[in-house]
DNA sequence: CGAGCGATTGAACGCTCTCAAAGTGAGTGG
DNA sequence: CCACTCACTTTGAGAGCGTTCAATCGCTCG
């Protein structure tokens, strides 16, 4: 069954029983946490082919929505359950997501934790145009579904500071900025170079 | 099998294979990423009972250091696949673990992006009672296992504002300090509020 | 008792944030 | 087609929180 989400829709909350698990067929989600006081923390940017949504809490654990029109493909609870129990090698592929998933979330804890501005734009882009090689891209620019608020808030920084290091970067070189959805890479070396902090 | 470690041993190193995989036994351990220029971020604390090690990887992706003696009942890695191949039941419980590793890694990624220094102190010490309770603890004074360098790679500070973010509480009368590795709570509720933040 | 390491405290600096203003681009209506 | 609007982005200047550097304290161990 496939659900269909328009931008900036809401497509589950924290705290709220687990609705939508699936996987991402056209769009782009943002999933994020939340503080009392609205202050927001990005734990991810899912992409068409992504897995979205936990098979194993009865309530979700943190907010998603949409940053584009977002498709869906959704599976039922309780199939999804039946499934598992009945295909070992579906949980045990469950079980190798949520290990990457883990594995991802430490990396931005480091990077949260300990790099500077620049070392954190610069490792964003990196793992956008990673992900872009993943899927076909190559060379053109790709597109930033997210703004400079959601970036900000992905990376534990505030817009101006992410506009900032943005400009940096053009001026160096290191890519091109059309529009402020559109980034080209230029050198990947010294993006990458700048990404793991001066050595 | 178990195996033991001595205080500031290494578990396992990452990008190294996987040897070391179970139950924590005795002691505690943390595990934690590096930067090449050697800044650290403090990815885990772990505790009697918990697991460690990935049953996925083929490497470690990250560092495992003993903060004290250690004992660990490992499985052999050829074993626990077979394990966990063969019992289901296994494997969801290893997937119920990693989804609550991951929204502890989600959980602090909003600490470390979205967090003042106070907050993330009394986050931190909150997070730590309350596992003491779990196991049992009520009232006393509980041990710090780490040193003030490893509070302050788990929350992204340095030692001097954790020292001075944990002797503002201490003169608030929040918590008390023997010793400093010994924290005794004395306001649970004022802590709470403090670690959710203002509101 | 003295050495040495970790923790605490103080003072000044700097990176990022905050506040403010100007620039840019998409969408709308005349 | 152009002027207008509005939201988002960029850029600038100043302030603040946490860091850095430095000195003192306190505990543990020889």
New interface residues.
């Given amino acids: 069954m496939t659900r269909h989400f328009a931008a900036e829709d809401t497509l589950f909350s924290a705290e709220d029983p687990v609705t939508v698990i699936g996987t991402l067929v056209k769009g782009s989600v943002k999933t994020y946490?939340l503080?009392?006081?609205g202050?927001?923390?990005v734990?991810g940017f899912l992409f068409p082919g992504d897995f979205i949504g936990?098979a194993?809490?009865r309530t979700n654990?943190?907010f998603a929505e949409a940053l584009s029109p977002v498709e869906v493909c959704v599976f039922p609870h309780a199939s999804l359950q039946r499934l598992?129990?009945e295909i070992?090698a579906l949980?045990?592929q469950?079980?190798?997501l949520?290990?990457d998933?883990?594995?991802l979330?430490?990396?931005?804890?480091?990077l949260?934790?300990?790099?500077t501005a620049q070392e954190r734009v610069a490792t964003f882009l990196c793992l956008l145009f990673e992900k872009a090689k993943k899927r076909g891209h190559c060379g053109a620019p790709i597109d930033l579904p997210m703004n400079r608020s959601e970036i900000a808030?992905y990376?534990?920084l505030t817009i101006e500071t992410v506009s900032r290091q943005l400009s940096k970067l053009k001026s160096a070189g290191v890519i091109s900025i059309n529009g402020s959805h559109a980034i080209e890479l230029r050198k990947a070396d010294q993006l990458a170079e700048l990404a793991?902090?001066?050595?």
Avoid: N
Wanted: hydrophobic share 35%.
């Fill in positions: 946490k503080l009392p006081d202050r927001q923390q734990v936990s194993i809490f654990r943190c598992m129990s070992p949980e045990h469950m079980l190798k949520a290990h998933d883990l594995d979330a430490q990396e931005w804890m480091l949260l934790g300990r790099k808030d990376l534990g793991a902090g001066g050595d």
